[in-house]
């Protein structure tokens, strides 16, 4: 879930700074004229956001690593 939550986050960031970005440069997200490129900007942007919550993944997926996970549910004692 929290992958989920993370990709939308990313998403919604690097969307925002693209509108940002092509504001810059004058060009409008819904104007006919730039319409496949605006499409072909965010198609790059999601699989940007799917490779940097990959790359996050996988360098931060031993979270419980050092703990005793064989003590009970609740708090899990340093080995």
Request: with cysteine; hydrophobic share 50%; net charge positive.
């Amino acid at each position: 879930m929290k992958y989920i939550i993370g990709f939308i986050v990313c998403v919604v960031v690097l969307t925002t700074a693209l509108y940002i970005v092509l504001g810059f440069w004058g060009i409008s997200l819904f104007d006919p004229q730039y319409l496949t490129n605006t499409y072909k900007t965010i198609g790059v942007i999601g699989v940007v956001a799917i490779l940097l919550i990959l790359i996050v993944s996988f360098f931060f997926k031993a979270n419980h690593k050092g703990y005793d996970t064989s003590k009970g549910n609740v708090a899990h004692p340093q080995k």
